[in-house]
């Protein structure tokens, strides 16, 4: 028994199986809109029964003969146009909708109150390694420091440098390795690797202690940089990633790595009507570089991994709520400190279990649907509330007969049920309308 459980994860356990629960249990949820809707519901039907009393009263005793059939018919029409089960289904068809939508795009919106929060988000962070920019960065320039033991060229430092990154899986390590092997040079050999988190890696090579990182970790170790400062300033003003290379304690050299910028999607979130957040373990200059190129204004540089679920959380002390799209196991304690986390399919397990929307999709762009999704599906949800609230307060003043002294209208129970299930199909009616929904196509 034991070696069949084991082998396979089956039924219910597999993938696919949670994430159907994850949509069914979704749609079970509710929008905190709800919670409103309810405590009206609450005092709207024992406020109807009274107000059919006391129609059933007025009209038996003020009323025209025969008195007892005006006042039952008077009574009973009451009842049955203010009854709210088009309110009952007003949010509940939308939501349903809404998430079976996100789902068909690869979208788990894994709650009606993420849904409710993601239609009004006011600050998205996110990454700008692999988010902001396409994640694979290359080698651009290799700047000897021309006072360091005369000699050292430009590529024995790449080959210093890729040879520290070998043991290292940042991208920017990525970057060293395979640019210094496009270029046909061979690492030499290293021991005693270390890597230094937000920071840079070391290692022993050839004898040397070689430190390769940004401009805070050469400051932390007392390294002078010299004139590779202004080098690197130069770089980063371009949108390029400087790093320091020092050999036993002494700076020698910057290698400098650049990424592509992937802007459409800043773009559509800012038409959104959201302001975009860069954070990055990358130096301000950088950054910034970077975020004027796709129109981010504002940048949260330096930051350390170990930080980011902070500094959402400073945003939202400003008073905002605020997504945060992350992709790695240390994006889980920001994603789930942000009002709605989006998980990029691409992550882990962690990021998506800490996340309310994880996407399958695996791009930013399916962040702009999810937001263009719960903005629809809570426009649907309004609408729906409106028609259904409308109905029962125009109905009820027509039932109790507050026409018939003007008019001599008074509705029939045959028409007030008529009324009151057209009011049904019409909520039924725009939830569906919703379901139409498609995805604007963006030009890449
Ligand atoms: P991000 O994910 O935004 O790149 P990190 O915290 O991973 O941020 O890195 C922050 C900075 O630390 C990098 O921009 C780089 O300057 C330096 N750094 C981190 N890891 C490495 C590495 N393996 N090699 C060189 N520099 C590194
Ligand atoms: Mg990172």
């Known amino acids: ?25 979704a749609q079970g949820s509710k929008v905190p809109i709800q919670r409103v809707v309810d405590v009206v519901s609450g005092y709207f039907t024992p406020a109807v029964m009274i107000l059919a009393v006391i129609g059933f009263v007025v009209w038996y005793v003020f009323g025209p003969e025969p008195a007892l059939t005006y006042a039952l018919i008077v009574g009973v029409t009451t009842l049955i146009i203010a009854c709210p089960c088009a309110l009952g289904m007003a949010t509940p068809m939308s939501l349903t909708t809404g998430i079976g939508l996100g789902a068909q795009n690869g979208i788990l919106i894994r709650s009606g109150d993420a849904l409710q929060m993601a ?43 890729a040879a520290v990154e070998r043991s290292s899986e940042h991208p920017l390590a990525s970057a060293i390795v395979e640019g210094t092997k496009a270029r046909g040079l061979a690492l030499p050999e290293t021991a005693s ?49 400087p790093m320091y290379l020092a050999i036993d304690g002494t ?14 999607s800043i773009a559509a979130l800012k038409r959104l009507g959201l302001e975009v957040v860069m954070i990055t373990g990358d130096n301000r200059r950088t950054a910034e570089a970077i975020g004027r190129q796709v129109g981010i204004d504002r940048v949260l540089a330096d930051v350390l991994p170990q930080d980011k679920a902070h500094n959402v959380q400073s945003l939202q002390l400003e008073g905002r709520s605020v997504g945060m799209v992350g992709d790695g196991i240390n994006d889980a304690p920001a994603l789930a400190q942000s009002d709605v986390g ?46 259904a609230f409308v109905y029962n ?51 890449p």
């Open 393 to 443: 307060s125009l109905g009820i003043p027509v039932a109790l007969g507050l026409l018939y002294p003007f008019t001599g209208l008074l509705l029939s129970p045959l028409l007030a049920a008529l009324a009151m299930s057209f009011s049904s199909v019409t909520v039924i009616t725009n939830a569906n309308r919703l379901r139409r929904w498609k995805a604007k196509e963006v030009a």
């Open 251 to 264: 700076a020698a050299g910057i290698v400098a790595a650049a990424d592509t910028v992937k802007a459409d």
């Open 1 to 25: 028994m034991r070696s069949i459980s084991r082998k396979n994860k089956v039924g219910k356990d597999t993938a696919l199986a949670n994430i159907i629960r994850m949509v069914q249990d």
């Open 342 to 387: 989006f998980a990029i399919g691409t992550g882990t397990d962690v990021a998506i279990a800490a996340s309310d929307v994880p996407l399958i999709s695996g791009s930013l762009r399916g962040v702009v649907t999810a937001i263009e999704i719960s903005k629809a599906t809570m426009g649907n949800v309004y609408q729906n509330l409106f028609g």
């Open 193 to 241: 690797f270390q890597a230094i988190p937000g920071h840079g890696v070391e290692a022993d090579v050839a004898g040397r202690r070689v430190l390769l990182g940004n401009a805070k970790l050469m400051a932390d170790r007392g390294i002078a940089l010299g004139r590779l400062e202004a080098e690197a300033r130069r770089l980063a003003d371009d949108g390029k990633t």
């Open 119 to 161: 239609a009004r988000l006011q600050y998205i962070v996110m990454d700008k390694t692999g988010m902001i920019t396409r994640g694979k960065p290359e080698v651009t320039d290799v700047i000897a420091e021309a006072g360091f033991e005369a000699g050292i060229n430009e590529d024995e430092l790449l080959r210093l440098a």
